[in-house]
């Protein structure tokens, strides 16, 4: 009898697990032994890291989207609707149209969104570039920015921890080559003690900040804004005002996890952080942006996690225990600058160490961003 993996959710994750799967069992999956079926809410495949371009000026939204059913390949089942129920009792997952889908394995790649009404007034008076719509109405905004305060904050978790970094730098830059920098101040702040979650990273933008002339607050968690007076007001007492906001909100788990039942308050799945099985559930994993790991919440965390879920998939659909082990690894590309970037590697066992950028590391993440199409296919 068929065995079937049900896939939720076609980011970045979803996609990966689903073309790895057909590649590494393509016998089974022609036979009709395994049937691998990916749900995604969406039918255009959007490359998230190109958001932080976009609001920058430096491309085209065009670029970054891609029809879904072009990034699979034959003999993944694709079923373009929302889950709108996981039921694990009887192994199945309700979609929008009403229809049910039983499983035998179930992969979890949902993703997170950042929630823009979690500090009220921010949806007024702030802007992101967290979302396409956000990045494209924050690209007006700085076009027309010629002077003032840019304050920038910060609630978490959120998605790709380096991204408002970056996003500071390379408008740092482009305000120097457009002889505007002196008009404008830069103000960064984070919610903790120090300047970022990772402690290198802290160290090493603690040296940068200066040497940019931005300043910065941490022990920041902003509560509200007030859109007309411009100011926000935080956890801790501080007010502080702003000409320009931008901010990442908190991120939250998606909808579905939550109806079900199947993470935390905010929608986190409880994960194995060695098997990336869900907690309690021995034929059900989750990657990506949706574990409640406490792991940055990246692309590239979760394409190192696909290579682990498929392959204990393939151990499982053919009887045996699943015994890869996912080592926390992660590898982020920083852009420093217009022209320049570093990168950091890290895992459970080692810490990340930020290196000088260069414009060979920039160039190398201006190529991976053509190049994530072919790593969504399975082929790196
Ligand atoms: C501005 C920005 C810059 C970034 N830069 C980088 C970077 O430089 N490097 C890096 O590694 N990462 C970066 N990231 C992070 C990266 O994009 C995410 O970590 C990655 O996409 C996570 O993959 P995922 O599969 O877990 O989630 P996603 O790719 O977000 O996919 C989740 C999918 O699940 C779908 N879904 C949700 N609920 C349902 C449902 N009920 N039914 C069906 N489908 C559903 C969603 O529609 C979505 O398609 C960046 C992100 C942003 C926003």
Redesign the pocket.
């Known amino acids: 009898m068929a065995q079937r993996v049900v896939i ?7 996609t990966m697990v689903a073309n790895r799967l057909v590649r590494a069992i393509p016998e089974d999956v022609r036979s009709g032994k395994v049937e691998v079926v990916l ?4 039918s255009t ?1 959007v ?3 190109g ?2 371009y976009i609001a920058l000026g430096q491309a085209q939204p065009e670029g970054f989207k891609r029809p879904e059913t072009d990034m699979l390949l034959p003999g993944v089942q694709w079923v373009p ?4 129920k996981i039921d694990p009792t009887k192994k199945s997952v309700q ?1 929008a149209s009403g229809r049910t889908i039983e499983y035998d394995f179930l992969v979890l ?4 969104v950042p929630d823009l009404d979690a500090i009220p007034g921010f949806r007024e008076g702030g802007h992101s ?3 396409l719509e956000e ?1 494209l109405r924050l690209r007006d905004a700085l076009q027309s920015f010629d002077h003032g305060k840019l304050l920038l904050i910060i609630g978490v978790p959120h ?2 921890p ?2 408002p970094l ?1 996003f500071l730098f390379m408008y740092d830059d482009w305000l120097r080559r457009t002889g505007k920098r002196d008009q404008i101040e830069l103000e960064y702040t984070y919610p903790i003690s120090r300047l970022h979650s990772l402690q290198p990273v802290s160290d090493w933008i603690d040296q940068l900040f200066p040497e940019r002339n931005i300043k910065f607050q941490t022990f920041f968690n902003v509560e509200t804004v007030d859109p007309v007076k411009k100011v926000v007001y935080t956890l801790e007492g501080e007010e502080d005002n702003y000409d320009l906001l931008v901010g990442i909100p908190p991120h939250v788990g ?3 996890i939550r109806d079900s039942k199947l993470g935390d308050r905010d929608g986190w799945i409880p994960t194995d952080r060695l098997t990336l099985k869900v907690k309690g559930y021995d034929n059900m994993y989750a ?4 574990t409640d790991l406490p792991l940055s ?7 190192y996690e696909s290579e682990v879920v498929v392959k204990n998939l393939v151990h499982e659909l053919q009887g045996e225990k699943p015994v890869v082990l996912y080592d926390g690894k992660i ?3 920083i852009e420093a600058g217009l022209d320049q970037a570093t990168h950091i590697s890290f895992d459970y066992n080692h810490p990340p160490e930020p290196s000088n950028p260069t414009a060979t590391v920039h160039w190398f ?1 201006l190529a991976f961003n053509e190049m994530y199409w072919l790593s969504l296919r399975g082929l790196f």
Do not use: M, N, R, W
């Open positions: 939720v959710g076609s980011g970045s994750g979803g749900i995604g809410a969406e495949h490359y998230q890291p958001f932080l609707e929302a889950a709108t979609v790649a949902t993703g997170s570039f967290y979302t990045s998605k790709c380096v991204a970056e998606a909808q579905v990657i990506g942006d949706a919440k990246a692309g590239s965390t979760t394409h590898y982020c590309f993440k």
